[in-house]
T-cell receptor
Framework: GENVEQHPSTLSVQEGDSAVIKCTYS??????FPWYKQELGKRPQLIID?????GEKKDQRIAVTLNKTAKHFSLHITETQPEDSAVYFC?????????????FGKGTHLIIQP | ETGVTQTPRHLVMGMTNKKSLKCEQH?????MYWYKQSAKKPLELMFV???????ENNSVPSRFSPECPNSSHLFLHLHTLQPEDSALYLC????????????FGDGTRLSIL
């Protein structure tokens, strides 16, 4: 089955700086890679996703890159703000999330220092 | 507001009790999922349902029994649970074939005494 590794487990950055979270996956058949943000006591919320037919996707301060050859993908957050503090999870699946469940990484606790 | 509603939000039960978790989605999706979230572990997929049919059971112990009467409702029946089953149980839904992401509910925080 699929295995997703996520690093680092904790990331502390100064407000305004950039944050990068990296994930690797093992199943070459995986073709859908979402990122979720989970604030304390709340549900995971999708912030961005990427499919295997593209290498990069950007949405305002958030971007995701995918390297299918190396089987890794990364989340980039620029100009970080206090409200970006949360736990971020990467995930992978073999479809668009419809027929198959997601395999998640262990999460990264992002701390934005004022 | 979430399109996926889970009840109850919190549940405390003894190891010999029988209880059920409920999930309802108002998004018109055809696939529904149960995940378990324990402290310091990744979200773990438990079950997948597509058009009311179970398509994946991720080696879940039989003390967890899912039920999907229609595409909008999903239940997780619990019996004879163990202390290690204490966790946040999250329900999610998605369109079955339109390549769209999963939407999560707020979860049920389960504590086994």
């Amino acid at each position: 089955g699929e295995n997703v590794e996520q690093h680092p487990s904790t990331l502390s950055v100064q407000e305004g700086d950039s944050a990068v979270i990296k994930c690797t996956y093992s199943d070459s058949a995986s073709n859908y890679f979402p990122w979720y943000k989970q604030e304390l006591g709340k549900r995971p919320q999708l912030i961005i996703d990427i499919r295997s037919n593209v290498g990069e996707k950007k949405d305002q301060r958030i971007a995701v890159t995918l390297n299918k050859t190396a089987k890794h993908f990364s989340l980039h957050i620029t100009e970080t703000q206090p409200e970006d503090s949360a736990v971020y999870f990467c995930a992978a699946s073999r479809t668009g999330g419809g027929a198959d469940g997601l395999t998640f990484g262990k999460g990264t606790h992002l701390i934005i220092q004022p | 507001e979430t399109g996926v509603t889970q009840t109850p939000r919190h549940l405390v039960m003894g190891m010999t009790n029988k209880k059920s978790l409920k999930c309802e989605q108002h998004l018109g999706h055809n696939a529904m999922y149960w995940y378990k979230q324990s402290a310091k572990k990744p979200l773990e997929l438990m079950f997948v349902y597509n058009f009311k049919e179970q398509t994946e059971n991720n080696s879940v112990p039989s003390r967890f029994s899912p039920e999907c009467p229609n595409s909008s409702h999903l239940f997780l029946h619990l019996h004879t649970l163990q202390p290690e089953d204490s966790a946040l149980y999250l329900c999610a839904s998605s369109p079955q074939d339109s390549n769209q992401p999963q939407h999560f509910g707020d979860g049920t925080r389960l504590s086994i005494l």
